[in-house]
């Protein structure tokens, strides 16, 4: 019996120190007057289109992206940090604006469903990942703007890394009102080529 008492005391604190119930993660925070894109440098209000974020333990401040594109990238890329506590996206079925999505539009990453091919661009003019946390949300943005809806695992690594050929927005983004593309925006197959395939760097998958 002494061996199995000694035994036990030998677990009880390799038990105790093996884990503690992990927390809660770190909630989304909205997009400040000074947040700036980690890759780009820039301003994101400086960059129409959904933006991402993204929550390190080693860190109290998010990482900022003008891109959902550059979000997903930063996750993939081995030199950078692997401590992620959460990513936020921004659900653009909730938003109003294609510009500046509204506060309170946030969406875990890992459960979003993304447009990507589509003509619609994200910051700087580059192929976007359109997030929504609904897929029939995301099917009825892929009707009328074009692409593939893909969950996050599923977004080829080249369509997120490397260099693009940049381009102007399509035009049903770039509304004087900054709204997002509705029921007055032209249908994928109504859409000039120019909009479409025509700009894009990478094959299809």
Known sequence: MGWIAA????????????????????APVEVSDEATGHYCGMLLADHDGPKGQVHLASRAEPVWFSSV?????????????????AVY???????RQWAQPEPGTWVDAHAAWFVVDSAMRGGMGANEAVPFSSEPDAEAFRARHGGRVLRLDAIPDDYVIGPVELASPAPAAAGTDGALPGDDAPAADDRPAAEGDGHRHH???
Not at 71 to 84: G, M, N, Q, S, Y
Not at 89 to 95: I, L, S, T
């Open 69 to 85: 594109r550059d979000t997903i990238a930063f996750l993939r890329l081995p030199e950078e940090a692997k401590d992620v506590a």
């Open 203 to 205: 094959a299809d998958h």
């Open 7 to 26: 035994g036990l005391a030998m677990l009880l604190p390799a038990a105790c120190d093996r884990v503690a119930p992990a927390g809660p993660p770190p």
């Open 89 to 95: 996206v921004n659900d653009m079925g909730k938003a």
